[in-house]
């Protein structure tokens, strides 16, 4: 089944406990990025990469990192959490053979910071 | 990429046409219109997109209006596992980020 998987898929952690969130995609697609969803603004886009070992900031990146070392993996670390990185985090991905811009999300990763 | 409205929330009875309007009056020549839904705190899911023609595929039907300015999402046979927050958007990328704005909120009801 085509899917794109994330885990863990809840988390709670305390401020500067370095975390990762894993992202997999069973597609073959190129572009993969993060996005974090919060009451009132929204889904914001965080990194995005086009292909491996090819990233880039989206619009919210301070505090996260991303690596694409393989194709279809594509990790959103945080180095130090803090408290205001609380939020529900979503993978996606898409194949640049679409030609459109669909994307398939992943299930999303409820993160707290305390 | 064209800003889009649409009205916060609708209701709609189990097993009729759901019919969901998005305005973007600004919206330039070569802009797609992307239809997206997300089920409860769910990832969001791909419904359908177009450029000027209406579109149909097994999820659903999109009407877009001559000028372009505006365009309408018809679920033919709504059920309870359409309710969603529904989101209309924008763009002239083929990849590449999803404006997403607030959407509406559809409950389809019994």
């Known amino acids: 089944e085509a899917q794109v998987t994330q885990n863990p898929r809840y988390l709670i952690t305390v401020t500067g406990k370095k975390l990762t969130v894993t992202c997999s995609q069973n597609m073959n697609h190129e572009y993969m990025s993060w996005y974090r969803q919060d009451p009132g603004l929204g889904l914001r886009q965080i990194y995005y990469?086009?292909?491996?070992?090819?990233?880039d900031k989206g619009d919210v990146p301070e505090g996260y990192k991303v690596s694409r070392k393989e194709k279809r993996n594509f990790p959103l670390i945080l180095e130090s959490p803090s408290p205001n990185q609380t939020s529900l985090y979503f993978c996606?991905?898409?194949?640049?053979?679409?030609?459109?811009?669909?994307?398939?999300f992943g299930p999303g990763t409820r993160l707290t910071v305390l | 990429d064209a800003k889009t409205t649409q009205p916060p929330s609708m209701d709609c009875a189990e097993g009729r046409a759901a019919n969901l309007p998005c305005n973007h009056s600004t919206i330039s020549g070569n802009e797609y219109v992307y239809w997206y839904r997300q089920i409860h705190s769910q990832g969001p899911q791909y419904i359908i997109h177009g450029l000027k023609n209406n579109e149909t595929n097994e999820m659903a039907s999109l009407i877009i209006t001559e000028d372009r300015k505006s365009s309408t999402l018809i679920l033919p046979h709504a059920t309870l596992r359409d309710t969603a927050v529904y989101y209309c958007i924008c763009t002239t990328d083929s990849w590449g980020k999803l404006q997403f704005g607030a959407g509406t909120q559809v409950v389809v009801t019994p």
């Open positions: 996606a991905s898409s194949g640049l053979y679409l030609l459109s811009n669909e994307q398939f």
């Open positions: 990469s086009m292909n491996v070992e090819v990233t």
